[in-house]
């Protein structure tokens, strides 16, 4: 079966550009979407296809996907960016990677 | 917008079956999108459990899942058959976005429904 794997916890601190990773094999050749959880909450939408940005969500967020990884950027990262990060694709069913927690310190 | 909200017993017993109902408002549920369940074991990663319209279905859980739409009521429902401890989680309907033929994103989520497994 199809796997994503991301890492499990990245660190940035205030004001700096966090990176979150997502692997697969040829992920590039399917779109990426990415979802921000917080604690108690549910995820919310805030890559998708890749590169696209949905209504309501901050310019700070943008995304890449390019052979066999995607990768979310969060510039300027603030303490309101803490919250685990979920990348999802589609083969033949969809597949979750495991989840990144990013901690702003 | 849309808004979705999971309905259902927040305890079922070992074997046997849990249904979960997904109350939509604010859209039509006829219209084109996928509507589907999402799950999360306590203090895990997200699992999709299957999918409305396309019958695509987590593999490792297909033999005892149905998702089904009611049009009447603009709802979906989940049931999940034979179940055991390792089916507690939180349980999210979430609408599916189609970007190519049936395949989608989640681009609308309800909050949550904490379903646990025990005698």
């Known amino acids: 079966s199809y796997e994503l794997t991301q890492p499990p916890s990245v660190s940035v601190s205030p004001g700096q550009t966090a990176s979150i990773s997502c692997s697969g094999d040829?992920?590039?050749?399917?779109?990426a979407f990415w979802y921000q959880q917080k604690p108690g909450q549910s995820p919310v939408l805030v890559i998708y296809?890749?590169?696209k940005r949905p209504s309501g969500i901050s310019e700070r967020f943008s995304g890449s996907n390019s052979g066999n990884t995607a990768t979310l950027t969060i510039s300027g990262t603030q303490p309101m960016d803490e919250a685990d990060y979920y990348c999802?694709?589609?083969?033949?069913?969809?597949?979750f990677g495991g989840g990144t927690k990013l901690t702003v310190l | 917008q849309a808004q979705l909200q999971e309905s259902g017993p927040g305890l079922v017993k070992p074997s046997e079956t849990l249904s979960l109902t997904c109350i939509v408002s604010?859209?039509?549920?006829?219209?084109?999108?996928?509507w589907g369940w999402i799950r999360q074991p306590p203090g895990k990663g997200l699992e999709w459990v299957g999918g409305?319209?396309?019958?695509y279905y987590n593999p490792s859980l297909k033999s005892r899942v149905t998702i089904s739409v009611d049009t009447s009521k603009n709802q979906f429902s989940l049931k999940l058959r034979s179940v055991t401890a390792t089916d507690t989680a939180v349980y999210y309907c979430?609408?599916?976005?189609?970007?190519?033929?049936?395949?989608?994103?989640?681009?609308?989520w309800g909050q949550g429904a904490l379903i646990s497994v025990s005698s």
């Open positions: 999802q694709a589609w083969e033949n069913s969809v597949v």
């Open positions: 040829e992920l590039g050749n399917k779109y």
């Open positions: 296809q890749d590169t």
């Open positions: 604010g859209y039509s549920i006829s219209s084109d999108y996928y």
């Open positions: 409305s319209g396309s019958a």
């Open positions: 979430a609408r599916g976005h189609p970007y190519s033929g049936s395949y989608y994103y989640f681009d609308q």
